[in-house]
């Protein structure tokens, strides 16, 4: 599993985005589910065994400070949302290994 909190930008998506597909490549059998911010989803090819749960965008406004990009609802509701998607998704999926990809802590 990998989570990705990009709302602006690819950078992490594309880097996760490999990573997850060279994984199920060399491992076969293997299954990745990505988690992801990225307002558009994710625009990357990707190969059998992979597939991705879309949280709610959040984009920097200012130093470590977020909100969300399309809903208009609080930070503090969009978070929350985020987190139960995360959190539902780790509880069902059950991954043997979880990558975050920065802000390890959460934004």
Do not use: W
Not at 5 to 10: P, S
Not at 59 to 75: A, C, E, N
Request: hydrophobic content about 40%; overall charge positive; charged content about 15%.
């Amino acid at each position: 599993m990998t989570y990705s909190h990009d709302g602006y930008g690819l950078g992490h998506l594309r880097r996760n985005s490999s990573i997850a597909a060279r994984f199920v490549q060399e491992m076969p059998g293997s299954t990745a589910l990505m988690l992801i911010g990225c307002s558009i989803g994710n625009p990357f090819p990707l190969p059998k065994g992979i597939d991705f749960i879309k949280v709610p965008s959040l984009i920097k406004v200012d130093t470590g400070v977020y909100t969300p990009l399309g809903l208009r609802i609080s930070r503090q509701k969009a978070k929350a949302i985020r987190c139960s998607i995360i959190e539902s998704a780790v509880s069902h999926f059950k991954p043997h290994v979880f990558l975050v990809d920065h802000v390890p802590a959460g934004i």
